[in-house]
């Protein structure tokens, strides 16, 4: 694409009004990574990205505190604002922490960065007396009884495919929906235990989801924090003594343990769900988010064999290999438990990303050679292929490289475009890649407003050395599921037909357009990087005895009966216009308010 034509329609911005000149990071070159060197809020400690507030979640791992530091407190939108007001603003608020993604910030970074005093006691109490949400004390709504379902006959338990309920949509949008006070309530089994692997926990908020009669049942906590921010997550449970704690391991840079999963064991058997939403209550009010979950699997007989329960896809074999790969002790007893069940009825593949360098057949196990592998081996070649379409829809951009050669056109969409046993050796050129992340309009007029943009932490930083990527974006539009106007934080790839009625496969996962997330090829492609935990379900028609997935046009309310896949956003996915932009969560947005009378102004 003609760099000027990217500047003119949508890649240039400028950070040169004097105004908020202080509030941009400037670019800073670092090893191995397209991130800004953090500027700290004078209002936090270098490692602080939650307060000690009931209500403030325990967020992602260090890599991200300089991200959620420069995270901001919505200004009200003036027509001409004053440069004073803005600041008296800031100083009395720090930046708000939302919600994740997998944008390659670095630790190292931080280590530059003189050391803070400790918050004194009184900055702390006036910390502590800063709202739940960007938009005050009132802006979360206590969701009335309908909102929740009473039984699972609406349920689609072919797919398994739902989305989170979404407050402030009409109810038909939500009939089929799910929301985690369901997912954990005894509709779908009587609680024994239960694990929860996650980026972001707000320990307080996650416990009160638990039904009053499983609150008390042993829980533990799969994270990827460190130092300060450990101790504070387990300072947070403390009040809580059924909950412990298995820590990942994260021994690659920039790495984080981004994988949703939830483990329930019951008294009449095990389920697990993998899920995009973090345990925080933001990503359960209104965005658009989604999951899969499993049957209920009943206990094998005793004295089976430890391959019994097994399913087509190979399903139990690969969720203990992502267990067994955290080598965590505390994963011991899952694992045993695991094996004691019967996960034949499940027909989706697990697609994990787990850190590490793998050589050999190592390289298929993780990240997108994995994907390339299941495609290859699991579906067949379709007539006029090179005019299917491959989609990536996702919540967050990492470093991509100087031009698409380098990693998305390369590896990654030779992988996206693999069908059956491969014939050539590089992508089909004529293969289409369309990727839908909100434009800058998208995230002003949701139902969150600018506070959404938290979740879609796209950095100036990268945006400016990619240009060329923006040439790919469509925006995001979700009539078909009533959710235009809930900011995505799901990730989702498929292959869609060149009429957008039938899909060749389709995935829900954790993992973002990253790198970090997917793997990268090394060593002359002798040996692929994987920095993350990721972790995702794919869907392929042979594992539902079809050729293809038909796409749902009525996704809701949802029918047990349908047959078509509920892609959960419009298709065809509409290209960006000259004016659109992409969503940048840290450069300033003051042209005009959002649905609550704010702007965005990055602190």
Same mark, same amino acid.
Not at 171 to 198: D, R, V, W, Y
Not at 434 to 443: H, K, T
Not at 463 to 478: D, I, M, P, T, V
Not at 529 to 542: D, W
């Given at each position: 694409m003609d760099k000027d034509l990217a500047d003119s329609q949508h890649g240039k911005w400028t950070i040169s009004d004097s105004e908020d000149e202080d509030n941009i990071i400037p670019p800073t070159p670092q090893k191995d990574s397209n991130k800004p060197k953090p500027k700290l809020s004078p209002k936090c400690n270098e490692d602080t990205h939650s307060v000690n507030h009931p209500s403030a979640p325990s967020m992602g791992s260090e890599a991200r505190t300089a991200t959620h530091v420069n995270q901001t407190n919505p200004v009200k939108y003036e027509s001409n604002p004053s440069p004073s007001v803005k600041r008296k603003r800031e100083t009395e608020e720090a930046g708000w922490n939302l919600s994740s993604s997998d944008d390659e910030t670095p630790t190292s970074a931080l280590k530059n960065e003189p050391k803070k005093s400790k918050v004194s006691p009184k900055r702390k109490k006036t910390e502590d007396k800063r709202p739940p949400s960007p938009h005050g004390t009132s802006y979360y709504k206590e969701e009335p009884a309908d909102f929740f379902e009473t039984n699972l006959l609406s349920m689609n338990d072919?797919?398994?495919?739902?989305?989170?309920?979404?407050?402030?949509?009409?109810?038909?949008?939500?009939?089929?929906?799910?929301?985690?006070?369901?997912?954990?309530?005894?509709?779908?089994?009587?609680?024994?235990?239960?694990?929860?692997?996650?980026?972001?926990f707000d320990i307080p908020w996650m416990v009160e989801q638990y039904p009053p009669e499983f609150r008390d049942k042993p829980v533990i906590l799969v994270h990827g924090e460190k130092r300060e921010s450990k101790a504070r997550l387990i300072e947070h449970a403390k009040p809580y003594p059924h909950i412990c704690f298995c820590q990942a391991k994260l021994d690659i840079a920039f790495g984080t343990h981004h994988t949703k999963m939830m483990l329930l064991w019951y008294e009449e058997g095990f389920r697990v769900i993998i899920l995009t939403s973090n345990l925080i209550r933001a990503d359960w009010y209104q965005k658009t988010q989604g999951m899969w979950m499993s049957p209920l699997y009943p206990r094998l007989p005793e004295g089976s064999p430890e391959t019994a329960g097994e399913s087509p896809t190979n399903f139990k074999r690969d969720l203990l290999e992502y267990l067994e790969a955290y080598q965590a002790p505390e994963l011991a007893e899952w694992i045993d438990r695991i094996k004691q069940h019967d996960l034949s009825e499940t027909r989706v593949y697990l697609i994990g990303s787990t850190p590490g360098r793998y050589q050999g057949p190592a390289m298929e196990k993780w990240g997108h050679l994995r994907l390339r592998k299941l495609l290859s081996e699991h579906t067949k070649p379709v007539q006029n292929e090179e005019q299917w379409h491959?989609?990536?829809?996702?919540?967050?951009?990492?470093?991509?490289?100087?031009?698409?050669? !380098?990693?998305?056109?390369?590896?990654?969409? #030779?992988?996206?475009?693999?069908?059956?046993?491969?014939?050539? @050796?590089?992508? +089909?050129?004529?293969?289409?890649?369309?990727?839908?992340?909100?434009?800058?309009?998208?995230?002003?007029?949701?139902?969150?407003?600018?506070?959404?943009?938290?979740?879609?932490?796209?950095?100036?930083?990268?945006?400016?050395?990619?240009?060329?990527?923006?040439?790919?974006?469509?925006?995001?539009?979700?009539?078909?599921?009533?959710?235009?106007?809930?900011?995505p934080h799901i990730k989702t790839y498929m292959r869609v037909s060149p009429d957008f009625t039938q899909l060749a496969w389709f995935l829900v996962t954790s993992a973002n357009l990253s790198k970090a997330a997917w793997g990268t090829l090394? !060593?002359?492609?002798?040996?692929?990087?994987? #920095?993350?935990?990721?972790?995702?379900?794919?869907?392929?028609? @042979?594992?539902? +005895?079809?050729?293809?997935?038909?796409v749902e046009k009525n996704v809701f309310p949802a029918s047990s009966s349908s047959k078509g896949f509920p892609v959960p956003f419009d298709l065809p996915p509409q290209r960006y216009s000259s004016k659109d932009q992409p969503w940048i969560w840290n450069i300033p947005y003051a042209q005009a308010p959002d649905t609550h009378g704010n702007v965005w102004v990055p602190s």
């Open positions: 072919m797919y398994r495919f739902y989305l989170n309920k979404v407050t402030g949509i009409p109810k038909k949008f939500n009939t089929g929906a799910l929301h985690i006070k369901e997912i954990l309530s005894p509709m779908f089994g009587t609680l024994k235990e239960s694990a929860q692997f996650n980026y972001c491959v989609l990536g829809q996702f919540s967050s951009i990492g470093s991509m490289g100087l031009d698409k050669t !380098k990693w998305l056109a390369a590896e990654f969409q #030779r992988t996206l475009t693999t069908l059956g046993k491969p014939g050539k @050796s590089l992508a +089909n050129p004529e293969t289409q890649m369309l990727l839908v992340y909100p434009s800058v309009e998208n995230v002003r007029t949701s139902l969150e407003g600018c506070p959404a943009g938290g979740s879609l932490p796209y950095s100036i930083q990268t945006a400016q050395k990619q240009l060329w990527l923006h040439s790919y974006f469509h925006g995001w539009h979700a009539d078909v599921t009533g959710r235009s106007n809930a900011m090394e !060593k002359n492609n002798t040996q692929i990087m994987v #920095r993350s935990y990721e972790l995702g379900v794919l869907y392929l028609p @042979s594992a539902f +005895n079809m050729s293809t997935f038909p």
